[in-house]
């Protein structure tokens, strides 16, 4: 998938510096101090670049990726330090730069992901970012390419290709999304051959009561449904279109409801562990690129607070989360 590229050096600008210092608002210092001191990588003493600066270091190599280490190091020291009311930036040889993620290491990233990366809409201010009570997210998977280097092709991998492989090692992401403001709720990467419903599985504690989860159909299987559902989570969830899924009831807005069924199990297992769906089935005419049908499964089995209608719209705003990736 295309991406804006960020670059830095010669071309920063004003905004780069921006970007860097907004870091600290985005994360606070304070949060970032106390996950360092958890995994005992904090600066045990005053230093000039501290391993809390450091930190925001290692965030801002995630907005410019194609930038050297040095450009990125400028723009966060001088950002930090327009915030800080310094006059200059701390000056930092180049080896202490290179040491500065080995030392923090990944586990107080990973963590502070978790702690910071928390919905953003407002029920009154984003009015839109909700429906019927619950705050709209959606789920979905992307891939992206890595530095060619040893380590990264042996634990990522490369996709093939009819003469060998690609040249870069790439990355599998699933990500958990606000849809309205884009934020990212949960983030996780595996290697390249890494199946989505696989990466997402660490994710499902960030889902819970009072949201509404879109999905594509690469969320499709029975325990994938099961496994969401479970975090009671509402869903609805665009499904393959060759999926059996009798009309058990058809209900006013002309949606109907059927069940899902585990596999692999006796008729009576399936019958027993069956979770009943509401389906709601549309086409989209006059759209160039528009299928000729649609069908979506929710959890939301009333049509009188949730219409067939409404819920085809809401479904349609998953297509938000293809912005996160750009």
Known sequence: MARTKAVLGSGARLADFLSASLLARVVPAEVVNAVLDAHGCNSQRVRSFPAVAGAYYCMALSLYPEAAYEEVFAAVSQGL????????????????????????????????????????????????????????????????????????????????????????????????????????????????????????????????????????????????????????????WRCVGNRQLPVHRMLDDGSYLSAIHPTGVSRSEATSQAIVVRVIEYALPGLADAEPRYRLLTTLLDPQVAPALELAAVYHQRWEIEGVFD
């Open 81 to 236: 330090a327009w915030a800080a009311g310094a006059a200059e930036p701390p000056r930092v040889t180049k080896s202490s730069i290179s040491g500065l993620r080995s030392k923090i290491g990944a586990a107080p990233m990973r963590e502070l992901v978790e702690r910071c990366c928390v919905p953003m809409a407002d029920a009154q201010a984003h009015s839109h970012a909700f429906y019927a009570g619950l705050r709209l997210v959606a789920i979905d998977g992307s891939t992206f390419e890595l530095p060619d280097e040893a380590e990264n092709a042996a634990h990522f991998g490369y996709p093939g290709s009819r003469i060998g492989h690609a040249g870069y090692p790439q990355a599998r992401c699933a990500v958990l999304v606000e849809c309205a403001t884009h934020a990212i709720l949960g983030a996780n990467l595996g290697p390249y051959r890494s199946g989505e419903w696989e990466l997402f599985q660490p994710l499902l504690p960030r889902l819970g009561p009072g949201m509404l989860c879109l999905a594509d159909r690469g969320f499709n299987g029975f325990e994938h449904w099961q496994q969401a559902q479970a975090t009671g989570a509402q869903l609805l």
